[in-house]
């Protein structure tokens, strides 16, 4: 008869209750701030997180849940989420609320104890929980926190053969990755948005861009990998993120105007913005202007005036009467314009077509954070725009002006700007500005915003104007705020060569546009006021920088989507299989780059470190919450398999160990190890939440 004595489960945390929590911790920091900082935006967000993930571990339960019965092993509870009993059903006691006896029931007789066990009682008490977190499997004979439980009950688990334990264990693995698949080719049969593997720029002295690859240049196989369906940008990302240091990659390519695809090695660097090996490469765009409310239009206008002539929601069909059709075609007219108004042919959404005439403006390239000198010289600082009823309007600063000065600060740039603003405030200033040529000592207000000064105005290097701003140690000396009108190719580096012809330059895109067109060359710059030009030996050597910069438009487009769908069922479980086995790789590569140390353990903020810097999760219908849950289903089962005590791969571990030495390790021991895992555990979810995901919702 069995010992019932011995086997009286405690009231929380036998099989599977103890282990989801440990799963939600090991989980929750590892997607929350991706997740969270995404989707929740109210209640019902909220709710699907915790019904999200509440069905994943729920489906991984039920692995276990399935092997165990298949093998006549007692199943006491199986409960929808986890802490006290809200209601359930048993068979033979019918459906009940709160909490209620589970086991078989028991009758004393002398000293002895006796089994009555109606044939109508059912063994499993199936059960909802007030937590919605997941779900347990309570078994007979097995607790992962206290291995000593044990029963010697037939239908125990400890008693079981060792190859059915390990199916029981490896069965919520299983059945996550099941689910994974599942999930995948209901996704890919209905078709999902996906950003696809098109380079929408490409940062300065980048891989890629030492590989050669251009904005618009689409990838569609890595390393002679061709997915079925497209390659999507993510795929790139990851790519580069989990390879290993050193490591060429190849990319085959197409690119942006057309031809024979093209192959190049690229070897990933590291990024010190994301602590990831990276390509250098952006997101594509697409050619659509977003739908924006009049107010918001009005605000973005103030900085960028193009967006007053455009109407929200339109579509740019042409460039200069030339068709386009992708934001790679729009961006290599724009750097072909070398400044001129180029003309933009749109249609709104109502259907209508207009054109409007805008002129690109000379920008730092993606990667570079300040402002590249020009021939060893850098334009000053212009006011784009001023916030109403701010100290700037005040004083009667206008959109325009050209600061020469800010307090002491002759010639600032953004960032000094500012320092000096932010940090006097309730203060006056003075500033000298140049407007429509005249200089202006005007004097500022400095405001207020959140404990720190505020100015009110954005700025811009003034590439429209022909004003120098510090001079670099070139002679003549130049000052900030002197001006030039011309720029002549001479044949020697001096400035005693005569006569000069020179052609005429009203600004520095002009002079840009002149020096990139001559490079390696020797240029005499004429200045206003002097009698000598400014001499700039190796044009070409000065002009390095001009890689430095590109225009643009300045437009706000929205992200490139494709549908990712499959043209039948049996592609779609093609699909299926393919972006299940993909992520099983990423997860352990992940792991690998976090021992080897190309993936930081800053990143784990989401389902995988790099999932979260590779998806914006934000909300684009109900089929990319699916996908998602998908990759977290593949996680939760590579993770949960992994030799580490509480999970199942530890357990699986156990289990061999136990088959190699013939018995199983001391109880004492086990019990040790469980508890050891329980801290590792628990420190990983304490540094993540601590460290990476509550920093990254409250910054965000």
């Not at 006896?101 to 028991?106: A, L, R």
């Not at 390990?166 to 209905?190: E, H, P, T």
């Not at 196989?221 to 390879?243: Q, R, V």
């Not at 090996?277 to 009005?298: C, D, H, N, R, Y």
Request: charged share 15%; glycine share 10%; hydrophobic share 45%.
């Amino acid at each position: 008869m069995p010992n019932n004595k011995k086997i009286r489960p405690p009231r929380f945390g036998h099989k599977s209750a103890a282990r989801s929590v440990v799963l939600l911790t090991l989980f929750l920091p590892l997607f929350a701030a991706g997740l969270l900082t995404h989707f929740i935006h109210g209640v019902g967000q909220v709710a699907l997180v915790i019904i999200g993930f509440g069905v994943l571990v729920f489906f991984h339960e039920l692995g276990h849940f399935l092997a165990a019965k298949s093998f006549k092993i007692r199943c006491d509870v199986f409960s929808l989420g986890i802490g006290p009993r809200l209601c359930g059903w048993r068979k033979g006691k019918g459906f009940s609320f709160g909490s209620v006896p589970i086991g078989p029931p028991v009758t004393a007789e002398g000293d002895a104890a006796k089994l009555v066990v109606p044939q109508t009682l059912g063994e499993t008490d199936y059960r909802i929980a007030w937590l919605p977190f997941g779900g347990y499997v309570r078994m007979l004979g097995q607790d992962d926190l206290d291995p000593t439980k044990v029963s010697s009950d037939p239908a125990s688990f400890a008693n079981k053969p060792i190859w059915q334990r390990m199916i029981v264990i490896s069965a919520g693995v299983v059945m996550n990755l099941i689910l994974a698949f599942i999930i995948f080719v209901i996704v890919f049969r209905v078709g999902v948005p996906f950003e696809p593997a098109v380079i929408g720029g490409v940062e300065y002295n980048s891989p890629a861009m030492k590989a050669g690859l251009r904005v618009g240049d689409r990838v569609i196989a890595i390393n002679n990998h061709k997915p079925l369906g497209f390659l999507e940008f993510s795929d790139l990302k990851m790519a580069s993120a989990l390879d290993r240091p050193g490591k060429p990659i190849k990319l085959t390519y197409i690119s942006f105007d057309g031809g024979q695809p093209k192959s190049a090695n690229v070897v990933p660097t590291m990024s010190k913005s994301t602590g990831f090996l990276m390509f250098g490469v952006a997101e594509p765009e697409s050619l659509k202007v977003p739908k924006v409310k009049a107010k918001q239009v009005a605000d973005l206008a103030l900085s960028n005036p193009i967006l007053a002539k455009i109407k929200p929601g339109s579509t740019i069909l042409a460039v200069n009467g030339h068709p386009i059709s992708s934001y790679g075609q729009l961006y290599h007219f724009e750097q072909r314009c070398h400044g001129r108004p180029i003309t933009l042919t749109l249609k709104s959404s109502r259907g209508d077509k207009y054109s409007v005439s805008v002129t690109p403006n000379l920008e730092p390239a993606l990667g570079i954070t300040h402002i590249p000198a020009i021939l060893g010289y850098r334009p000053l600082m212009q006011i784009a725009a001023i916030v109403p009823q701010s100290g700037a309007q005040k004083a009667g600063l206008q959109p325009g002006d050209v600061i020469v000065r800010i307090g002491t600060i002759v010639d600032p740039d953004w960032r000094q700007i500012r320092h000096i603003s932010s940090h006097n405030p309730n203060q006056t200033m003075s500033m000298k500005v140049v407007r429509n040529g005249k200089t202006k000592t005007l004097v500022v207000h400095i405001g207020h915003l959140n404990g720190k000064g505020f100015l009110g105005i954005e700025a811009v290097p003034a590439y429209d104007t022909n004003l120098f701003g510090k001079s670099r140690g070139a002679k003549p000396r130049v000052r900030a705020g002197d001006a030039f009108d011309g720029v002549a190719v001479i044949n020697r580096a001096s400035s005693k060569a005569a006569p000069i012809t020179y052609t005429p330059v009203k600004n520095w895109l002009e002079l840009y546009t002149f020096a990139k067109a001559h490079p390696h060359t020797h240029l005499a710059i004429r200045l206003v006021g002097h009698r000598e030009p400014l001499v700039v030996n190796n044009a070409g050597h000065a002009f390095a920088n001009l890689k430095k910069l590109h225009f643009s438009l300045g437009l706000p487009l929205n992200p490139l989507t494709q549908i990712q769908k499959s043209s039948s069922l049996s592609t779609a479980l093609a699909m299926g299989i393919d972006h299940t086995i993909r992520w099983i790789t990423n997860t352990y590569l992940t792991l690998r780059g976090l021992g080897i140390g190309t993936v930081s353990p800053s990143q784990l903020h989401g389902v995988v470190g790099v999932a979260a810097v590779s998806y914006q999760l934000e909300s684009q219908g109900l089929m990319y919450l699916l996908y998602f849950m998908g990759l977290i289903s593949v996680n939760l089962a590579v993770i949960n398999f992994l030799p580490l005590p509480i999970l199942d791969g530890g357990l699986f571990v156990m289990l061999l160990l136990e088959k190699i030495r013939g018995r199983p390790l001391p109880l004492k021991v086990q019990a040790g190890i469980q508890i050891v895992g329980l801290i590792l555990i628990g420190g990983v979810f304490l540094y993540v939440t601590l460290f990476n995901d509550l920093p990254m919702i409250f910054h965000h």
